[in-house]
């Protein structure tokens, strides 16, 4: 029986079932011996030379030497859209192991919701210091701060005068004085500096009925004047414990006189240099 040859002569893959030439079907082995398998020559599977050890020395080692993932520090610059969203469904990633450099993100993320199934991943990523500029509202989140003052340290630079009311003669005549403790005298002359403060302790019990003002005019209101009010703050009852009279001089701040508001005669002057 004399068989078909030539160009016109085909045949049929055992392994895909495609039609072939027949002279481009080829014998398949396996472990050395055919297996009775014809198939195309570009589907061949070819026996593997670990199939000939200790019968043909095959030169083809099977191992790495020092076998380690890449490791790399590279920047990225992501711009919006990475992708059709119209077309991705799946995005296979590689098994990688990196360290992020400089990231720089630019463009508008996409508006329109989209599923994307990453597959085949599996890394480790180190981020550096990221600077990120926006523009528009933020409200961070689940911001806790803790603050630890220690011990303040406050200081003020008032002058205290201790108040104390005897019998005495000044300008006025005989009678109960204001004294300032260390200063000479009934009712002595105060010097009062422009935007300094002053304290006029009254706490002492002879202080008790005698409230001490301040005005523009000798003897306050018993000279026809007025009580003068800026910078002044009061506190207590005079000849009552914590009792006292304090001024804040005014930059350009007049003469000024201290007074009884109950009894004529009792005060000074105070000069505002």
């Not at 011996?33 to 026996?47: S, T």
């Not at 990231?103 to 991943?121: H, K, N, Y």
Request: proline share 7%.
């Amino acid at each position: 029986m004399t068989n078909a040859r030539g160009k016109y002569a085909f045949g049929f893959c055992d392994k895909t079932g495609f039609r072939y030439p027949l002279d481009q079907l080829v014998d398949e082995y396996e472990n050395g011996v055919k297996n009775g398998f014809r198939v195309g020559y570009d589907v061949v599977d070819p026996d593997q030379p670990q199939n000939f050890l200790g019968r043909v020395r095959v030169d083809d080692p099977q191992s790495l030497l020092n076998p380690r993932p890449d490791k790399f520090t590279e920047g990225a610059e992501v711009t919006f859209p990475t992708f059709d969203l119209d077309t991705i469904e799946t995005i296979p990633l590689p098994l990688m192991r990196a360290e992020a450099g400089r990231v720089t993100i630019t463009g508008a993320s996409p508006t329109t919701p989209v599923d994307v199934t990453p597959t085949g991943i599996a890394a480790t990523v180190s981020l550096g210091s990221p600077s990120i500029s926006v523009t528009g509202n933020i409200t961070p989140t689940g911001v806790v701060a803790t603050i630890s003052l220690g011990s303040p340290s406050i200081s003020t630079n008032v002058t205290v005068y201790t108040v104390t009311v005897a019998s005495g003669t000044n300008s006025y005549g005989s009678g109960n004085k204001y004294y300032i403790a260390g200063l000479s005298g009934a009712s002595p002359t105060l010097t009062l500096n422009e935007g300094s403060t002053y304290r006029f302790d009254q706490s002492d019990s002879s202080n008790s009925g005698h409230p001490l003002r301040f005005s523009t005019t000798a003897n306050g209101t018993h000279g026809g004047g007025s009580q003068y009010t800026t910078g002044v703050t009061t506190s207590g009852t005079a000849g009552s414990a914590g009792a006292y009279v304090q001024i804040t001089v005014a930059v350009g701040a007049p003469t000024l006189y201290y007074y009884c508001t109950n009894h004529s005669g009792m005060g000074g002057q105070a000069n505002t240099p």
